[in-house]
């Protein structure tokens, strides 16, 4: 039972591509959050919903764009991919109504630009 | 500025050597303090949340406790399954977002 989820798991790609990724939660939470995770292990907050309503958007490039079909979903489009954007980005979720503010992650999507 | 910062940035131990790990915060406002687990490869594990000075919890070799600038992760006895990166993070009132430190690397040799 995968409580959060993403695909793909490895992502290789040209720089001036798009590409996008997908996650998705069976917790039953409402609210959801993209991080990005460099070199140095520091986990940095991108985006999050809440109940598809968006309620954080960091400074990101705007080349970066989230969409959120339904609370159970979150996917992270990429325009026009950089060297920059290579990293570890991570989906987490938890249940801001009922107060339960600890998230949980997904296992990680590993982008390499080349 | 609200400010997250976790020390030492790697501990090597030796099986049983029980060790603690500091995570100190400047912020206005502190809804929560979180501790995950990360092991290589992998998403972020949660492990405990802190809501007032003076707080413990506990699970097997690790005990998170918290004052009002920072927070302490015991590992007692640690073993070599116990070796990850362990990440802090708070909380703030008014906030959605958690705000993470740099997290410590423990290794712990048999």
């Known amino acids: 039972d995968t409580a959060v989820s993403q695909t793909p798991k490895y992502l290789v790609t040209q720089m001036g591509n798009d590409k996008s990724i997908k996650c998705e939660q069976n917790?039953?939470?409402?609210?959801m959050y993209w991080y990005k995770q460099d070199s140095k292990k520091f986990l940095k907050i991108m985006f999050s919903?809440?109940?598809?309503?968006?309620?954080i958007n960091e400074t990101v490039p705007n080349r970066f764009s989230p969409k959120s079909p339904d609370k159970a979903h979150l996917n992270l489009h990429i325009n026009s991919l950089e060297l920059g954007d290579s990293a570890v980005y991570f989906c987490?979720?938890?249940?801001?109504?009922?107060?339960?503010?600890?998230?949980?992650f997904g296992p990680g999507t590993r982008l390499t630009v080349t | 500025e609200d400010q997250v910062t976790q020390s030492p940035e790697a501990l090597r131990l030796q099986e049983g050597e029980s060790s603690s790990l500091n995570c100190s915060y400047t912020?206005?406002?502190?809804?929560?303090l979180f501790w995950y687990r990360q092991d290589p490869g992998k998403g972020p594990e949660f492990l405990f949340t802190?809501?007032?000075a003076g707080e413990e919890k506990e699970k097997e070799r690790l005990k998170a406790t918290l004052t009002k600038k920072e927070s302490f992760l015991h590992i007692t006895a640690p073993k070599p399954e116990d070796s990850a990166t362990y990440l802090c993070?708070?909380?703030?009132?008014?906030?959605?977002?958690?705000?993470f430190g740099a997290g410590t690397t423990v290794t712990v040799r048999a």
């Open positions: 987490a979720s938890n249940d801001l109504s009922g107060g339960a503010y600890e998230q949980y």
């Open positions: 917790l039953g939470h409402d609210t």
């Open positions: 919903y809440n109940n598809k309503e968006l309620i």
């Open positions: 912020v206005s406002g502190l809804r929560g």
């Open positions: 802190l809501y007032s």
């Open positions: 993070a708070a909380h703030l009132v008014n906030d959605y977002k958690l705000s």
